[in-house]
């Protein structure tokens, strides 16, 4: 993670090599604190991140007015943890539904800035495919089933427990409120 005080510039996936010169010794900057925090949360606790302030992003493709920057945003604030769009689809929350093509372009210039944070790995094609990803297929892969695994985790948490009568003597049971069971799903839905 690089940045400064005024915000996050970049985070490197484990695929870029990173060298023991690119590490500092100094006080760490506050945005860069609340990204490790925040980048925690998302592998160990995710359902934490909903309440983590996002760090801020001090990024040239960020800071200036553009097709790609209201498409990053849109992403960051519309598609949330364990969610998947097409670019079609986020074309269409962005203001724009003829440009999934941009979308595309837009997605292409944030992995070599901030991955993970803006998430880049939610958007797919309308097919279904995971379709292309700077980190690689196999980091997006991973990432789309870590959120749709830890999002299933969670809405099983919240699920009523399952109540128990004894009906007819100790032989016979009865299983009350027992969860319908759900709809088969794809890998990572489409939103």
Request: net charge positive; aromatic share 6%; charged share 20%.
């Amino acid at each position: 993670i690089s940045g400064c005080e005024t915000g996050v510039h970049e985070i490197k996936l484990p695929k870029m090599r990173t060298s023991a010169a690119d590490l500092c010794e100094e006080e760490i900057p506050e945005p860069l604190q609340q990204c490790s925090a925040w980048l925690r949360a998302y592998f160990c606790e995710p359902a934490s991140t909903a309440t983590l302030p996002v760090p801020a992003f001090h990024h040239p493709l960020l800071q200036r007015d553009s097709f790609t920057r209201q498409v990053l945003w849109t992403l960051l604030n519309d598609v949330k943890f364990g969610e998947a769009v097409s670019y079609k689809q986020l074309a269409d929350l962005a203001g724009n539904s003829r440009a999934a093509r941009a979308v595309g372009g837009a997605m292409r210039s944030n992995p070599v800035s901030i991955p993970i944070l803006i998430p880049c790995h939610r958007v797919i094609r309308s097919s279904g495919d995971t379709g292309n990803y700077g980190g690689g297929q196999l980091l997006k892969e991973w990432l789309l089933s870590h959120e749709k695994l830890q999002k299933e985790k969670l809405q099983e948490e919240k699920k009523p427990a399952s109540v128990w009568l004894a009906v007819s003597g100790p032989a016979w049971h009865t299983r009350l409120c027992q969860p319908l069971p759900s709809s088969p799903s794809p890998l990572w839905g489409i939103k």
